[in-house]
């Protein structure tokens, strides 16, 4: 890199073998060396890049000239593919992610009532899930035999994962017939739905004695739960003839009716109208369609697996539906409908859930893929006005044109985004989230996800077979920040889970005043015997929240992410802590 010698005492250039992440070698510092005895030639330190930035920094600080400083996203117009190669391996990625914070934070529970925690299987799993984060895996730029190794030590990792969650909650649950504990690995407290393996008729009570609102599946019972943050609860089940309450969903043949929508579709699956019930509006912009399964031909011109160029749009077809949408339930709490849709080889197959405590349009969808250079999107026509988009990023959120006013804006034309991308104007907006898809567009109205693409080089097999994933439509009043589109996110790819048993102690480790701080690891720390707790802020704003443990704290520290300590021990009477915008922070936790 070269840096503008008005503002810079050093010009700094990076050295390293090939593109993996590989160090120096010997021939390269031999040709250093030999470059100091050349006449005309720049004199070459060998430093690290630390001490450059160090030189830098006090440059900088001494200076009197104007420093030009660069304030947002640096968008690299390049590789645009990478957002959706190799469905496989980001799918697992993102449950690997989650799986990890769910099982750290029960070992950690374990760990406080007396348990060993497990620090050496955990660095395993963090290991195989960071090594198939390295470029070219989870881009999706491998060849083939890479992704044939990624999926055995996946399941490796998901194995000793497992194992190690299994062994914390049989530490902390204490079996019990007919009594099931529901944990919430996340920072947002809610109503959810839980999945209950009981066949035979009956009601569900909680902790308090109070009925609970339940709806008989093939898989056992629907029940509606309140959750807290990083907490367990439990519920009992009591055998006999229960009342059946009046489904609130009604279907006509393309049609389906429920407390928050009317949902319409034409002969191709595709939706026709969305009109929110409570807010008195169309979703959709009027004669436009929505969930519409575009097929564009994707062809870039340089790298397959890498890129998507823009000019892909002028080749588009759509998958249609091949057989009459089938209902597979219409209770009291849930109506689910099945699509199924084809194009050419391939089979997607698509369960449209929609309920009566939810705004969330689920799309959980299968799909047999079997096509080449073809990209496959997910498109809602929005009635929604705003120049600017809303999308996910670790540990915050950024925010993109959706119009093409320069080149710069239109080089935008496919971008990333973690579990959600939003477009709102002001008071009402749409949610699109996802349990493992990262690419997306939002130009004008039009709101697209990438599901799948279909590169031939460097691995001719890239994407071929079975898929299955879920994305959601999440219509809210007020911005994205106030709209519950965080929280509905994390519900979709972090669900309550369902054990049966009870848990003997209930204590939470950390709780929070606040929804504005999130919760995002507590673990024990690498070489102390306390705990480490990541916290952010998530909305873009400035926090002051209290804090506190269930469980006796001794002593808190402020640290950093490598566990450093920050500061001495804050006071016993203070536990408050002021957050910047996404500001990051992490605390020792000594009980």
């Given at each position: 890199s ?16 090939g ?30 890049a ?30 645009r ?41 955990l ?15 989870i ?109 609130p ?14 949902i319409?579709w034409?002969?191709?699956g ?5 009109y ?69 080889h ?27 250079h ?17 999308y ?87 911005s ?103 500001e990051?922070?992490?605390l020792?936790?000594?009980f």
């Amino acid at each position: 890199s070269t840096l503008d010698r008005s503002s810079a005492a050093s010009d700094v250039y990076k050295r390293q073998y090939g593109d993996g992440g590989g160090g120096v070698t010997r021939d390269m510092l031999e040709m250093r060396r030999a470059m100091d005895l050349l006449p005309g030639l720049p004199h070459v330190k060998t430093s690290t890049a630390g001490h450059f930035f160090d030189i830098l920094h006090t440059h900088l600080a001494q200076t009197d000239r104007y420093i030009p400083v660069w304030d947002g996203e640096l968008y690299l117009e390049y590789h645009r593919g990478t957002y959706t190669s190799q469905a496989y391996n980001k799918k697992t990625n993102r449950q690997l992610e989650h799986d990890l914070l769910t099982t750290e934070w029960l070992s950690s529970l374990a760990y406080l009532s007396g348990a060993s925690y497990n620090q050496e299987d955990l660095e395993t799993v963090w290991r195989l899930l960071l090594l198939h984060q390295f470029h070219d895996i989870i881009p999706g730029s491998s060849i083939h035999e890479v992704y044939e190794d990624s999926r055995v030590n996946y399941a490796q990792a998901n194995k000793i994962l497992s194992s190690v969650r299994t062994k914390a909650l049989q530490h902390l649950v204490t079996p019990s017939e007919y009594t099931f504990s529901v944990y919430s690995p996340k920072s947002f407290a809610g109503s959810e739905l839980v999945q209950i393996p009981v066949q035979e008729p009956g009601i569900f009570l909680d902790e308090g004695g109070n009925l609970l609102d339940s709806q008989k599946t093939d898989e056992g019972y629907l029940v509606l739960i309140q959750t807290w943050p990083f907490s367990t609860t439990s519920l009992c089940f009591l055998s006999g003839e229960a009342d059946v309450p009046p489904t609130p969903f009604h279907r006509e043949r393309n049609r389906l009716e429920t407390p928050f929508y009317s949902i319409a579709w034409n002969e191709e699956g595709q939706w026709t109208a969305l009109y929110d019930k409570e807010a008195e509006r169309s979703i959709l912009v009027p004669g436009a369609l929505g969930n519409v399964l575009e097929v564009f031909e994707d062809k870039p011109v340089n790298y397959d697996a890498w890129d998507v160029d823009i000019f892909y749009t002028q080749k588009m077809e759509t998958m249609h539906l091949c057989q009459e949408p089938e209902v597979l339930e219409l209770g009291p709490l849930r109506a689910v409908l099945r699509f199924t849709y084809v194009y050419r080889h391939s089979r997607l197959t698509q369960d449209l859930s929609v309920y009566r405590d939810s705004r969330r349009i689920d799309l959980r969808t299968h799909v047999d893929w079997h096509e080449e250079h073809r990209l496959l999107k997910a498109a809602f026509y929005t009635d929604i006005r705003s120049t600017k988009a809303t999308y996910d990023i670790q540990f915050g959120h950024v925010e993109r044109p959706t119009h093409w006013n320069t080149s710069w804006d239109w080089a935008r034309f496919e971008v990333c985004a973690q579990q959600w991308a939003d477009l709102s104007e002001q008071g009402y907006g749409v949610s699109l989230l996802s349990d493992g898809k990262y690419g997306y567009n939002i130009k004008d109205r039009a709101m697209k996800i990438s599901l799948l693409k279909s590169a031939k080089h460097p691995d001719t097999q890239a994407d071929m077979g079975e898929h299955d994933f879920t994305y959601s439509l999440y219509p809210h009043k007020g911005s994205v920040t106030e709209g519950g589109t965080i929280e509905e996110a994390h519900r979709l790819n972090l669900p309550a889970q369902v054990i049966s048993g009870s848990f003997s102690d209930t204590r939470r480790i950390l709780w929070l005043s606040s929804s504005q701080v999130q919760i995002d690891a507590i673990k024990k720390a690498e070489d102390e015997d306390c705990l480490v707790v990541h916290l952010h802020e998530c909305r873009g704003g400035r926090a002051q929240i209290h804090f506190g443990s269930d469980y006796p704290l001794r002593k808190v520290v402020p640290c950093n992410l490598l566990e450093h300590d920050l500061s001495p021990a804050l006071p016993e009477d203070t536990r408050t802590l002021l957050f910047h915008p996404f500001e990051i922070k992490a605390l020792k936790l000594w009980f």
